[in-house]
Nanobody, 119 residues
Framework: QVQLVESGGGLVQAGGSLRLSCAAS????????MRWYRQAPGSQRELIASYGGSALYADSVKGRFTISRDNAKKSVYLQMNNLKPEDTAVYYCNADVRASRGGTLDPYWGQGTQVTVSS
């Protein structure tokens, strides 16, 4: 079984910064792509950043958010700068995990962490 646990959400004023963390644990042979999604009330879940061999970003966060990962710690991070009220959402970590050699890559999700940006 694999678990992803996010932390670092909270309430911040517009223009402020937050750093989200997501740590994977359990039976892990390989961590492939790791991603951050967000979901605002009444909206679909949106992919905002991913990290395989390199980082990719949605246009809505490009230049403000930075995704990074520490493979030794099985963790992915999201540094969020110059936050805007429209960044308010629940942020989810997602990872493609291979539990054993030769096994399939399966997607796992964290429980989500709330980010609220006040104007």
């Amino acid at each position: 079984q694999v678990q992803l646990v996010e932390s670092g959400g909270g309430l911040v004023q517009a223009g402020g910064s937050l750093r989200l963390s997501c740590a994977a644990s359990g039976t892990i042979f390989e961590l492939d792509y790791m991603r951050w999604y967000r979901q605002a009330p009444g909206s679909q879940r949106e992919l905002i950043a991913s990290y395989g061999g390199s980082a990719l970003y949605a246009d809505s966060v490009k230049g403000r958010f930075t995704i990074s990962r520490d493979n030794a710690k099985k963790s992915v991070y999201l540094q969020m700068n110059n936050l805007k009220p429209e960044d308010t959402a629940v942020y989810y970590c997602n990872a493609d995990v291979r539990a054993s050699r030769g096994g399939t890559l399966d997607p796992y999700w964290g429980q989500g962490t709330q980010v609220t940006v006040s104007s």
